[in-house]
């Protein structure tokens, strides 16, 4: 498995628009876009030299980002690493007992496709993989 780098940061946000002015005005971050995944969710993606920022508002009560939001607040739910062959490194993970959550691999936001890998694996922390397919 080759992860290319750390894609980004997936943090989970109340409001989004306040949590945008946060990393723009405070950290000099530039917003690049906002984009709607589906009906479920709102993300700001922040560029931070090779690795974005997303900030993640959910629109809806149902999705593992609002079960986040409600159990545990706002705050960083995620760490994405890019691999150049998802299906690659999935089978990869699963020789070694790693298994994704869900349904993998799923289109993901920015152009891409992802998995999520359970977070037993990695002492629970949440795993995502991404593969830049545009």
Do not use: W
Not at 83 to 96: G, H, N, P, T
């Amino acid at each position: 498995m080759n992860i290319r780098r750390v894609n980004h940061l997936g943090i989970v946000v109340h409001d989004l628009d306040k949590a945008m002015r946060s990393f723009t005005d405070n950290l000099g971050l530039e917003l690049d876009h906002i984009e709607r995944y589906g009906d479920e969710l709102d993300i700001a993606f922040l560029p931070c030299g090779e690795t974005l920022v997303e900030l993640i508002k959910p629109l809806t009560d149902r999705g593992f980002n609002a079960h986040y939001l409600r159990q545990q607040g706002p705050g960083i739910q995620h760490v994405a690493f890019e691999v150049d062959d998802l299906e690659a490194a999935l089978e990869e993970l699963a020789a070694r007992g790693v298994e994704p959550m869900g349904d993998a691999p799923m289109p993901g936001a920015g152009g891409t496709r992802i998995a999520f890998l359970d977070p037993k694996a990695f002492g629970g922390i949440l795993v995502e993989l991404c593969e830049q397919i545009s």
